[in-house]
């Protein structure tokens, strides 16, 4: 899945290489340098996963994580120099859904990145509303107003990875990536044409939709905004 991440890693260099393999992974990704910032980027982009540097300067990373689990269930990945077990112990009793301590490689840290996301996204498979428009990824449903609308698995696929992420903006490469094993022959055209039969089931008004947008020069985007009631 692409995912929101805030990146709390106040290293330059190891931040970018970090940001790099994220965002090679088509992930979007926030970096803060101290753990002030971090809770703030928190606050305001309300992400997928936290990477957590224990070593912050100013709040650390153990501060930041019992700041985050008063009030949040939001995934956290630590980052850690420390190596005792007490130290481990401490970052998981606070909260933290797993760590990885330095020096580490980064495809570890990926695999790390990859299992959490699959666990969160498998913990909240229920029904997902945008507006009018309901996906339903356990029973393989899509509604729009109560009323059952067919899909394709194609079809199903884009809406369910758009859902997820309502208003944010997937480019055709994106959404090609998450329909690899749906769809064997699907090139990025292919897209352009689901989207097109998806609004014919689920606008009012194919010609001028409401809930499956363009965003031009980019790629599409699924919104509640200018759904009606």
């Given at each position: 899945?692409?995912?929101?991440?805030v990146?709390?890693e106040?290293d330059?260099?190891q931040?970018e290489?970090?940001r790099?393999?994220?965002e090679?992974e088509?992930h979007?990704?926030?970096?803060?340098p101290?753990?002030?910032?971090?809770?703030?980027?928190?606050?305001?982009?309300?992400?997928?996963?936290l990477i957590?540097d224990?070593?912050?300067?100013g709040m650390n990373?153990?501060t930041v994580?019992r700041?985050?689990r008063?009030s949040?269930?939001?995934p956290?990945?630590m980052?850690?120099?420390?190596?005792?077990?007490?130290?481990l112990?401490?970052g998981?009793?606070?909260?933290?859904?797993d760590y990885?301590?330095?020096?580490?490689s980064?495809?570890e840290?990926m695999?790390?990145?990859?299992?959490?996301?699959?666990?969160?996204n498998?913990?909240?498979?229920g029904?997902i509303?945008?507006?009018t428009l309901?996906?339903?990824k356990?029973?393989?449903e899509?509604?729009v107003?109560g009323?059952p609308?067919?899909?394709?698995p194609?079809e199903f696929?884009i809406l369910?990875?758009?859902?997820?992420?309502?208003d944010?903006?997937?480019?055709?490469a994106?959404?090609?990536e998450?329909?690899h094993?749906?769809?064997?022959y699907?090139t990025?055209?292919?897209?352009d044409?689901?989207?097109?039969?998806l609004r014919?089931?689920i606008?009012?008004?194919?010609?001028?939709?409401a809930?499956l947008?363009?965003v031009?020069?980019?790629?599409?985007k699924?919104?509640a905004?200018?759904d009606?009631?």
């Open positions: 899945m692409c995912a929101h991440i990146l709390a106040d330059p260099k931040a290489l970090v790099r393999y994220l090679h088509q979007t990704v926030l970096v803060a101290t753990g002030e910032a971090a809770l703030a980027e928190i606050r305001t982009a309300e992400p997928d996963l957590l224990v070593m912050l300067p990373g153990l994580c700041t985050i008063a949040s269930d939001l956290i990945l980052l850690t120099a420390r190596s005792t077990e007490d130290d112990l401490q998981l009793d606070l909260g933290a859904d990885v301590t330095k020096p580490y980064p495809r840290l695999a790390r990145v990859r299992t959490l996301l699959r666990r969160t498998s913990a909240s498979d029904p509303k945008v507006g309901t996906v339903d356990e029973r393989h899509v509604a107003s009323n609308v067919e899909t394709t194609g696929r369910e990875i758009m859902a997820a992420r309502p944010q903006v997937f480019t055709r994106q959404l090609l998450h329909l094993g749906f769809d064997r699907i990025q055209r292919a897209i044409v689901h989207v097109m039969n014919k089931k606008e009012a008004n194919p010609r001028k939709p809930k947008l363009t031009y020069g980019v790629g599409y699924l919104t905004k200018s009606a009631p």
